[in-house]
């Protein structure tokens, strides 16, 4: 059993629902996919980060009047809570808005590490939140009831109330937007992260981001036979992976350091440039690969390819900064010029979104890599 994305968007919209916005989860693609395909542009946003998407559907609300809707990831809940609290809760400005949460890591649900303890507790931090919320799993009857609920609910009390979708609740969508065309020239992301590592000077310490950067790294490092000590695996912190660098960076004066970033992350907390930028220390080479899309949760387009990433970090005081670069020989120039300069260093790599079927997961906990790169870090 499982909900037509359609039918649930339709009794959404038969309660008056007409703006949806937010950061996509893998739970949520399908109904993501047909929301995207169904709705003009101005009536769909997805948002840099959850917090920015609830700030959306304020304004859409303060606008019209209409209860609109937020999507995101139980792990997004945390960029979420200060503008849910201290501008939509019904103590403050009250704004009515449904909230549908992707409950990655649900009591049962077998799911990767960093999403076990943010499942088991999301019941908990809603309940503390004062929020009323339903859960929706693959009965289409009760979704649809729950959707209704939900907009009448969040009218009613002029607050927010929330959805959680369990995995596997949504059926295929009936309707997707064609993918965007690709330029032959760019590469895949793996090639890419792999042709980059195989640039740097032996002995860099890498921290890579959530998601299939992380998962690729893994898998090149073994493909090579490289040692994966020197690498540090966000599984989790969307848009912080910068920052872990640059704290490393900081402390480690002596240490090159290298963060592989993707566009999604970068956008999601793109302030963390500015403190890059304005740091006096560390060996930082920050590589932004850029395809344009959420591409571990479902290939929905970021707003990258719109905004001028190197330029970003140039105006925020990144010493040297090169790209966007496409091909083999410029990517390989580009990362071997830049390792040899000193202090915190851009580069943005514009690469073929999608991964392999076959892609793997690393078999190492996240403590055990942890251990293994600390040991080496601090050696």
Known sequence: MSVSPQAFFRALEAEGVDFLAGVPDSLLKEFCAYVDAALPAENHVIAA???AAVGLAAGHHLATGRVPLVYMQNSGLGNAVNPLLSLA??????LPMVVMVGW???PGTPDEPQHVKQGRVTPALLEAMEYPWRELDGD???ALEAARWAVRTARDRSAPVVL???KGAFGKAEKKRAAPDVPDARMAREAAIALVTGALPEGATVVATTGMISRE???QRGARGEDRASDFLTVGSMGHASQIALGIARARPAAQVVCLDGDGAVLMHMGGLATIGASETGDLLHIVLNNGAHDSVGGQPTAAFHTALAGVARACGYG???GPVETEDDIR????????QPGRRFLEIRVRPGARADLGRPKETPAENKARFTARLRG
Do not use: F
């Open 217 to 219: 790294l893994y898998e």
């Open 140 to 142: 289409e009857d009760a």
């Open 320 to 322: 040297a900064v090169e």
């Open 333 to 340: 120039t580009a990362v071997e010029r830049l390792a040899q």
């Open 49 to 51: 980060n959850e917090g």
């Open 164 to 166: 959680l979708v369990r």
């Open 89 to 94: 809760d019904a103590e403050v400005y009250g």
């Open 104 to 106: 990655r890591g649900a």
